[in-house]
């Protein structure tokens, strides 16, 4: 079944501890995403990746970090989570092209206290 | 100004007429544009997209464009109970690489 895999579903954890969120995708997409989803602030892009080893920044990017080491993983690092991270993030991937949209994983809900 | 702009509603139809949904973008450069549909508590879902001026349906779904006005609507025919959701207009940059959302629209379809 062609997914994108979020894992953990859920996360509580404790400021300053640093925690990475991983993301797989099965469709040999070259697009992945991460966005978190806020009440009254919809979805916002965190940070995007192109194609192995290309990243960059979306709208939110301060305290996260990412990597694309490999196609189909799109991992999302906080070094060191602070309670405003707290939220439920996405992650997504698209093949690319005109038309063509972001296939979303189930999410993650974090928790910082 | 906001990037994509959408009603929040919510907005009320009853079973079995038309949801008409509305996003208007800030971005002449956009390219390609989508509906992604969000029950409560699960991702989001991608419905329709289109990237050319006009009507593009998709069976109960029609989705228009017009890149003149910046504006793109969602159609929703014989609405149903299970249409009840909220629905996210995206707005894309000509390499697809970054997806802009509206803060979306609540619809509820009443039985």
């Known amino acids: 079944e062609a997914q994108v895999t979020q894992n953990p579903r859920y996360l509580i954890t404790v400021t300053g501890k640093k925690l990475t969120v991983t993301c797989s995708q099965n469709?040999?997409?070259?697009?992945m995403s991460w966005y978190r989803q806020d009440p009254g602030l919809g979805l916002r892009q965190i940070y995007y990746?192109?194609?192995?080893?290309?990243?960059d920044k979306g709208d939110v990017p301060e305290g996260y970090k990412v990597s694309r080491k490999e196609k189909r993983n799109f991992p999302l690092i906080l070094e060191s989570p602070s309670p405003n991270q707290t939220s439920l993030y996405f992650c997504?991937?698209?093949?690319?092209?005109?038309?063509?949209?972001?296939?979303f994983g189930s999410g993650t809900r974090l928790t910082v206290v | 100004q906001k990037e994509v702009e959408q009603n929040s509603g919510p907005l009320s139809v009853p079973e079995g007429a038309i949801a008409s949904l509305n996003c208007t973008y800030s971005?002449?450069?956009?390219?390609?544009f989508f509906w992604y549909r969000q029950y409560s508590g699960k991702s989001p879902e991608l419905i329709m997209s289109?990237?050319?001026?006009g009507d593009k349906e998709d069976g109960r779904f029609t989705a228009q464009l017009n890149k003149a006005s910046q504006y793109v609507s969602l159609l929703i025919r014989d609405s149903q109970p299970s249409d009840s959701a909220t629905y996210l207009c995206?707005?894309?940059?000509?390499?697809?690489?970054?997806?802009?959302f509206g803060t979306g629209t609540r619809l509820t379809i009443i039985p």
């Open positions: 971005d002449r450069g956009s390219q390609s």
């Open positions: 469709m040999n997409h070259e697009y």
């Open positions: 997504a991937s698209s093949p690319g092209g005109r038309g063509y949209g972001y296939t």
């Open positions: 995206a707005v894309s940059t000509p390499g697809n690489e970054k997806l802009t």
């Open positions: 289109i990237y050319s001026n």
């Open positions: 990746s192109m194609n192995v080893e290309v990243t």
